[in-house]
């Protein structure tokens, strides 16, 4: 630290010593100070330019103590670190606030430019510890859009913090220490108008079933990394969700991270709407049989569990489910040939991207899904068996047009077909599948079912003895 800031300091630290006086009792060494010249503390205090005209500001406060006060972007406060910023952005981003450099650890601030109405205040990498009634933005309330606690250290919140905020669509807690919230936090008044809840990476246990009562308009709710949060209650024996009713309209639910290993049947049932589950990152050793209820599901995330196998119409009721991962998913090894109901409902649900890349499947069953009307197969890094069970990809390389091969896409958006060795059987362990000669099947009495005899541009190297001659002329 230079001497002359430290000098500055020291200056102002006597002329405004009530200011900072119980700070430097505190032991806070001058060598941290980090000086933020131009925040108002105390009452409006300038440091360094002359004061605007707060009156109206002040009065708007009523009750406040208005001693915590931080007045910015006023037309003299120019060097203040909280920036109003265009899109109506109230920018306090890990602000530092006092001579001391400390951050921020309240959020009652007075915008000085009356011009200038707040839309979405950010108050990520701050120190705030409690959120208080009349105490965010005090008499600001109205025009808020998007607030944003991320990363702070809140451990508590009182109740109606938010019911002043009539217009609050987005509100993201996101990274902090909270253990509990509920229905009087997530008011009536908040879920008139909320859409975007962000609780991920927190702390929450134990959830009352009201909790989330009162969000009937909640679109997207993120509980990820809560480590600890049970989904539900035991009600007179019966175990009962914490997702009520009113959560009619959530479309995107994440619990990635959550530790569930299980979750109960009913868990998602009043989820109606509910389009993208995130499931990954958890325990899981089966495919719960509590998703099955949520028919609008578009897409379903179980990346990263202990999944062993896809059974029997695990996914068949799933009628709208397009996009379905279940990558890192180490243990699963066995995919029941009527998991989408291909068998029992005559045709498998048609989903568009489906990705196991690194679990540990050795044949994947042809009549599993229709695979040539999927945009993305990601079967990368898995003990493949080259076998005839897999003649039907297999084949499709030399297909004049192939209908699979090519939809083998990763996540970086690259076709890797190239790059799928053959695990087993032994003769062929780190062989390319792109290179397998066609005789390889020749001699299996196994028949792929033929139902593409009349499409020529399909190879079946694992056909009877009868078509040998056409295979060997192709
Ligand atoms: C202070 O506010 C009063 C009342 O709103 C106004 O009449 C006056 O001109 C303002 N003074 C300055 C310096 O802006
Ligand atoms: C505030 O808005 C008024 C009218 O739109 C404008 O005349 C004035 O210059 C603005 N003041 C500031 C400080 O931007
Ligand atoms: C806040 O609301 C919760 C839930 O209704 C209630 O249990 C708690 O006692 C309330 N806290 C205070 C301080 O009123
Ligand atoms: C947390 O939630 C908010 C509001 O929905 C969202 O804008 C933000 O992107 C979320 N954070 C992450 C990391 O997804
Ligand atoms: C939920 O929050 C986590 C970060 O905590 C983020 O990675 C994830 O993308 C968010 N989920 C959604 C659906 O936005
Ligand atoms: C949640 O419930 C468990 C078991 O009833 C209890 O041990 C724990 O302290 C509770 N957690 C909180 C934050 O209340
Ligand atoms: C309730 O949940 C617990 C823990 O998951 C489980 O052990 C119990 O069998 C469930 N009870 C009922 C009635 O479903
Ligand atoms: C992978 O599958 C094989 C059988 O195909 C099994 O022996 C092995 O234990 C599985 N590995 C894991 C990690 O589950
Ligand atoms: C392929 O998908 C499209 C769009 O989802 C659908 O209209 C078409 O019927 C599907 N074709 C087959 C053969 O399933
Ligand atoms: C291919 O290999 C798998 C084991 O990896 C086996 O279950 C299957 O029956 C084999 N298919 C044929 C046609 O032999
Ligand atoms: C595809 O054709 C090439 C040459 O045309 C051949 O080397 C390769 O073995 C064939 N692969 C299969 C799977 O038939
Ligand atoms: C035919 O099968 C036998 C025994 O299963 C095997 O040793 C031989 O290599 C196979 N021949 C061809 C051409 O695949």
């Given at each position: ?8 300091c ?9 200011v ?10 001058l ?32 009750n ?43 959020a ?12 979405i ?7 705030i ?29 009182e ?9 609050l ?40 079933l ?11 709710l ?14 007179n024996?019966i ?6 009713e ?6 995107i ?16 049932i009043?989820l ?20 099955t209820k ?19 119409c695990?996914?068949c009721?799933l009628k ?18 009527n ?12 989903l568009?991207t ?7 499947i ?23 068996t080259?076998n ?14 192939p209908m ?7 996540d970086s ?8 060795f ?53």
């Amino acid at each position: 630290m230079k001497p002359s800031i430290v000098g500055i300091c020291i200056f102002l630290a006597v002329i405004i010593n009530d200011v900072i006086s119980d700070k430097i009792k505190d032991g806070t060494k001058l060598n941290d100070v980090n000086f933020v010249p131009n925040i108002r503390i105390k009452r409006g205090i300038s440091v360094t330019n002359s004061p605007t005209n707060f009156t109206a500001a002040d009065n708007d406060a009523d009750n406040l103590e208005d001693d915590d006060i931080v007045f910015v972007c006023g037309e003299n406060d120019d060097e203040t670190k909280c920036t109003c910023e265009e899109d109506q952005t109230l920018n306090c981003r890990g602000v530092t606030w006092d001579f001391f450099g400390n951050n921020l650890d309240h959020a009652k601030i007075k915008i000085s430019d009356k011009n200038f109405t707040v839309k979405i205040a950010d108050f990520t990498y701050s120190s705030i510890r409690n959120l208080k009634k009349d105490e965010i933005l005090p008499g600001q309330e109205a025009t808020i859009a998007n607030l944003i606690f991320q990363s702070n250290t809140l451990k508590s919140i009182e109740n109606g913090t938010f019911d002043k905020f009539v217009s609050l669509k987005k509100l993201n807690l996101q990274r902090n220490a909270l253990t509990n919230i509920n229905e009087k936090i997530l008011s009536a008044k908040l879920g008139a108008t909320l859409l975007e809840l962000n609780l991920s990476l927190n702390k929450l246990q134990n959830l009352s079933l009201f909790a989330f009562q009162n969000l009937k308009n909640l679109i997207k709710l993120n509980l990820s990394l809560n480590r600890k949060i049970k989904l539900f209650n035991k009600i007179n024996g019966i175990n009962v969700t914490v997702f009520p009713e009113a959560l009619s309209n959530l479309k995107i639910l994440d619990l990635l991270g959550c530790n569930l290993a299980s979750v109960e049947d009913n868990t998602f049932i009043n989820l109606k709407n509910l389009e993208h589950l995130y499931l990954n990152n958890n325990p899981f050793i089966r495919v719960p049989k509590g998703i099955t209820k949520i028919t609008k599901l578009i897409s379903l995330n179980f990346a990263d569990t202990l999944i062993q196998s896809l059974e029997d119409c695990d996914f068949c009721d799933l009628k709208n489910l397009k996009n379905l991962k279940f990558d890192y998913t180490f243990e699963l090894s066995y995919i029941h040939e009527n998991a989408f109901g291909a068998i029992s409902n005559k045709k498998p649900i048609s989903l568009d991207t489906f990705s196991i890349q690194l679990c540990n499947i050795s044949v994947l069953p042809e009549k599993l899904l229709n695979w040539k009307n999927l945009s993305k197969i990601n079967i990368e890094s898995n003990p493949i068996t080259c076998n005839c069970s897999m003649a039907w990809l297999i084949n499709d390389y030399n297909a004049t047009t192939p209908m699979i091969v090519d939809k083998m896409i990763d996540d970086s958006n690259v076709n890797y077909k190239n790059n799928i060795f053959c695990w087993n059987p032994s003769s062929l362990s780190g062989i390319r599948m792109n290179s397998l000669v066609i005789e390889f099947c020749m001699n299996e009495t196994t028949v792929i079912q033929d139902t593409e005899k009349n499409d020529d541009t399909i190879y079946h190297v694992c056909s009877d003895k009868g078509e040998e001659d056409t295979l060997l002329v192709l």
